[in-house]
């Protein structure tokens, strides 16, 4: 469960960034119960993929007495361990990517996203019910709590409490005693009764808010929703004051700034305002919203292209601003800040024009109100930022207020502004220099930034000058012919129905799938299979790794490479190839319009180019003209980490840094690099192809049999270099004084390379993530957000490998590995089995109503096992699997291995 301790508003009343209007006369429900005193939107949206479900407690971390400090965020996580995390699981939804809670300074936030049925909204709102407002600590035991003090105390560590630029933002005000989560040492001195307390205090109906949006029957969703919260027994039903807070005398109106290091340095300067939730300030903001917009207009127009201004609001209504200066040393830095200096005179006095006034309002005005989102996840996360982040109204009638306050507003309001003092007396309270950045002190900043104010540097909005016209780009004129001779027939075609797709295959071993998508703006060809660089040995893979970058100069003959860019830009198209390990591709888009011009292109780049010779000889001069270095291993211990997982994976090569030498380059030549690229491209076994676009059906199918047919068969069989690999992980080179550690613990094992079992790989992970996170985290606390992945190959040599990445600390690494090991022993449950079933539907049937998922779904199926059937009856194949068939995949594991890295 995730803890929010900074929090950037979207949608509050007044300190938003933007309102969502809704449409007039909109069937939203809004309504409370009198009895019990809940509120409850029903929102109806035409999205069916998804209901979105919200509980909203108004109390977080500011409603905390000190014996209660930390309990908001740890009753967040009773919560899902006793009540929501079990019972979920049966629909088919999976903890943090459907159902996750976030705690805040004045709120909880309880989310939870389900396939839209009635049923299932219905069951989330008895959950609810029964197991949170009858009575939670019935089945809240005290072993429960200190075994989850280890988990949240874990969580700290790794994320941590912000940092102390976060700190000097709030100074001494209450929320710095109140962060959600609170510390190490309020979650050690909390028990039973203090989080029973703030339960019964703050979880009432009274103080809470249910949600629901998705494609829905409102009516019937109301009377559930009544027929479930009206009884007045429910957990003290009333509704409690939250406690009045004057955010004004908290914090510090002072500037904070702070350099940043990397290629280029950054200076921040933050100011922080206080606005409270209160009608009248409505007039402020919005002159504030004015003067921001008037400050970005005239940076562009003066052309600080180095200096950047930015306002946002954070903790729900606390106003941050300020500039980014980025330069890349110490004198640049001051000559910027001189110039803010001088900036800052001249918006003063600077004259707004009617017609600039009137731009700058209806600016402001489209930014703040929007139109209302269409997809349920978006408006229920408005919701969560309306209800449960600010004072809960829906802005249906703001619009007319705030264009009214706008009309009226006169232009020396806004030039006379004094919101930012920043632009008087610039004062500092935090200073950040990393190491290895110039030294640089307050002093040096308020020196330079006051020079800017005396030395009458004009930055006076430039003067339009007539452009003179451009000379029009003479089209480039270009045959491209089609192939003459057809190699190939229609073998078969078929309709995918439930890929929304075709099949056509051809006898020269392509296989096309054209998939239709009315929403697409361009047409996509993806022209992929089998093969690459492994293929090579160790010896041979560096004087080919650069083939990637040669293959994407080839033109078109009679064209060169500087033509056929000329082409495809004034075709609105893109070209682009790519060899892998283990496979490769070659990618055009291009309008609809166009696809023939792009089969043409796709034909000619592998059966009738123009190698780049020129391009290859100048990069081959250039290397040869380097100075030699010695070869260097990598300080960074994370990149040594990464190459050592890669490595046992079989997906990096010890070669893949070496660098060439003289003699090697001078002897390279070109035609040897693309004799590869032709056994890559041309070998018609291993070939399939995708296009998606919003194409017509019957001549995109005779584009294929006319161009994909004139394919010559090629049928050779793949070549693999299967090189020794290490089979062993780097045990431990992190730093020893550090408590805690990134550890991956990583299998390897044979596979029988079917679909039913890749299916099954998947599913085999869903049980190991769900079975470690229950044992190593809930029950033994030694684990911090475990996750857990999977890597498989089906050729040249099949394996799968089973990856689990957390934080823990390094004494425990010997116990959780036996522990992962196992896992893998008893991890298929027929219970636990079906429910990942459901969760996997899911996910791949939204992952097939979606194009670009669809597309890379298609595209690595063809890869694994070149059988679109296969994806095509993915529901068949995944219902089929047994608790046998998971145990054949993880019986097979015999050991773990661990590495670590601070």
Not at 66 to 84: I, M, R, Y
Not at 424 to 434: A, E, G
Not at 808 to 822: R, T, V
Not at 838 to 863: G, H, R, W
């Amino acid at each position: 469960m995730k803890q929010i301790l900074l929090v950037t508003s979207l949608l509050g009343f007044i300190t938003s960034e933007a309102q969502a209007i809704l449409p007039d006369n909109f069937p939203v429900i809004d309504q409370k119960i009198n009895e019990s005193g809940l509120h409850y939107i029903i929102h109806p949206v035409n999205d069916n993929s998804r209901a979105e479900i919200r509980l909203i407690i108004s109390a977080g971390s500011l409603m905390e007495t000190p014996e209660q400090a930390g309990g908001a965020h740890f009753l967040e996580h009773l919560v899902f361990k006793k009540s929501l995390f079990g019972n979920l699981e049966k629909l088919g939804v999976k903890l943090e990517r459907d159902f996750n809670a976030s705690t805040h300074y004045e709120s909880t936030i309880y989310k939870i996203s389900v396939p839209n049925t009635p049923e299932n909204i219905n069951l989330c709102l008895e959950i609810i019910r029964k197991n949170i407002f009858r009575d939670l600590f019935k089945e809240i035991s005290s072993s429960d709590i200190e075994k989850e003090k280890n988990v949240i105390i874990q969580e700290l560590r790794d994320r941590g409490n912000e940092g102390i630029f976060y700190h000097e933002k709030i100074g001494n005000s209450i929320f710095k005693n109140k962060l959600p989560g609170g510390t190490e040492a309020d979650i050690q001195k909390l028990d039973k009764t203090s989080l029973e307390s703030y339960f019964r205090k703050w979880y009432t109906t009274g103080n809470a808010h249910i949600v629901i949006v998705g494609d829905i029957n409102t009516s019937a969703t109301e009377k559930k929703i009544i027929s479930l919260f009206k009884d007045t027994t429910l957990s003290h039903h009333q509704s409690v004051n939250n406690p009045a807070i004057d955010y004004a005398s908290l914090i510090p109106k002072q500037n904070v700034f702070s350099i940043q290091q990397g290629k280029q340095k950054t200076l921040s300067i933050d100011w922080i305002a206080v606005t409270q939730k209160k009608t009248e300030d409505l007039k402020n903001t919005l002159i504030q919203k004015l003067y921001t917009e008037l400050i970005r207009q005239n940076i562009a127009h003066t052309g600080l292209q180095n200096i950047t201004f930015f306002d946002d609001w954070f903790l729900g209504n606390i106003f941050h601003s300020g500039f980014e200066i980025r330069a890349k040393d110490k004198a640049s830095l001051h000559k910027s800040y001189e110039q803010l200096g001088a900036f800052s005179v001249q918006i003063k006095k600077q004259k707004i024009s009617q017609e600039q006034f009137d731009i700058l309002k209806q600016k402001v005005i489209k930014s703040i109100f929007i139109p209302f989102p269409n997809r349920a996840i978006d408006i229920a996360t408005y919701y969560e930022d309306i209800i449960g982040r600010h004072q809960y109204i829906i802005p249906a009638e703001k619009r007319f207020i705030a264009q009214k306050i706008l009309d009226d507003l006169k232009e020396e309001e806004i030039r006379l502004y004094n919101g930012f003092p920043w632009f008087n007396t610039p004062q500092f309270s935090l200073l950040q220099v990393p190491l290895e950045s110039f030294d640089i002190t307050e002093n040096d900043l308020s020196n330079s930034f006051r020079t800017g104010k005396k030395s009458g540097i004009k930055l006076e909005r430039p003067i339009a000058v007539e452009k003179e016209t451009n000379k029009e780009t003479l089209p480039v004129h270009y045959t491209i012919a089609s192939p003459k001779t057809a190699f190939a027939k229609v073998a078969s075609e078929k309709q995918l129905s439930h890929l929304n797709a075709y099949q056509i295959r051809l006898s020269n071993g392509i296989n096309v799938i054209l998939t239709p998508d009315s929403k697409a703006e361009k047409s996509t060809i993806i022209y992929y299979g089998r093969g690459g660089f492994l293929q090579l040995s160790d010896t041979d893979y560096p004087l080919y790794k650069d083939l990637n970058y040669y293959a994407n100069q080839i033109g078109i003959k009679p064209y060169k490479y500087s033509i056929l860019s000329e082409i495809l830009s004034q075709n609105d198209t893109s070209y682009s190839s790519y060899i892998g390990n283990y496979s490769n591709e070659i990618r055009i888009t291009a309008p609809d319009k166009n696809l023939e011009l792009a089969l043409k292109l796709l034909y000619h780049s592998i059966y009738n180019y123009v190698l780049p010779i020129e391009d290859f000889r100048a990069d081959i001069q250039q290397k040869l003209q380097e100075e030699d270095k010695d070869e260097q291993t990598s300080g960074n211990e994370y990149a040594q980490f990464q190459q050592s997982e890669e490595l046992f994976l079989g997906n990096y090569r010890k070669a893949e840094s070496k660098k060439l030498t003289k003699q090697e380059l001078k002897n390279i030549d070109i035609s040897w690099l693309f004799i590869f690229y032709n056994q890559i491209f041309r070998n018609t076994t291993d070939r399939a192809v995708l296009i998606s676009g919003n194409f017509n059906m019957q001549q995109a199918k005779a584009l294929v049999i006319k161009y994909f047919g004139a394919y010559k068969t090629t049928h050779q069989i793949l070549q693999w270099q299967t090189g020794s690999f290490p089979i062993s992980l780097k045990e431990d080179f992190a730093p020893e004084n550090e408590m805690r550690k990134d550890v991956t613990l990583i299998t390897k094992s044979p596979v029988v390379p079917s679909a039913k079992n890749i299916f099954a790989i998947q599913l085999a992970k869903e049980l190991l993530q769900s079975l470690f996170f229950e044992t190593a985290r809930n029950r033994y606390g030694k684990v911090y957000s475990p996750s857990v992945s999977f890597d498989y190959k089906t050729y040249p040599i099949p394996s799968v490998s089973f990856i689990v990445k957390f934080r823990s600390e390094k004494e425990d690494i010997p116990f959780l590995k036996n522990l992962f090991l196992n896992l893998m022993k008893d991890s298929a449950d027929a219970h636990a089995l079906e429910n990942s079933k459901k969760a996997f539907l899911i996910s791949m049937t939204e992952k097939i109503n979606d194009p670009y998922s669809k597309e890379k779904e298609i595209v690595q199926s063809c890869i694994d096992q070149l059988n679109i059937e296969d994806l095509e009856n993915y529901e068949s194949l995944i219902n089929s699997i047994t608790v046998d068939d998971i145990n054949a995949i993880l019986s097979s594991v015999k050991s773990v291995d661990a590495q670590l890295i601070q």
